[in-house]
């Protein structure tokens, strides 16, 4: 049975930094891409940011862009989230999730099968 595992939230105050982790387990075989989704409280789940595994190609929310840093190991399985100048605005669970066939879409949650259980983040003002 696949899983993804993340680890690293908490709280920290605005300006601080966190880095969030998703180990994967279970068997994912083909892995095309891995993200990072958040959702606040009452609102839609947002795209925070992707990588293409094999090549390494990122992309990032424009509310992100310069503060968060996606990477992946493929060795180890896991994909990390770097959290730097982290804003009030940033409190959200965060998913990862991995894309297990290809579809060039990185972007939408729909494009992704395999999830993690969530990670609470909250940033402090």
């Known amino acids: 049975q696949v899983q993804l595992v993340e680890s690293g939230g908490g709280l920290v105050q605005a300006g601080g930094s966190l880095r969030l982790s998703c180990a994967a387990s279970g068997g994912i075989f083909d892995k095309y891409a891995a993200a990072w989704f958040r959702q606040a409280p009452g609102k839609e789940r947002e795209f925070v940011a992707a990588i293409v595994w094999s090549g390494g190609e990122t992309f990032y929310a424009d509310s992100v862009k310069g503060r968060f840093t996606i990477s992946r190991d493929s060795a180890k399985m896991t994909t990390s989230l770097q959290m730097n100048d982290l804003k009030p605005e940033d409190t959200a669970v965060y998913y990862c999730?991995?894309?297990?066939?290809?579809?060039?879409?990185?972007?939408?949650?729909?494009?992704?099968?395999?999830w993690g259980q969530g990670t609470q983040v909250t940033v402090s003002s």
């Open positions: 999730a991995i894309q297990g066939y290809y579809t060039g879409i990185y972007l939408h949650p729909l494009h992704y099968n395999y």
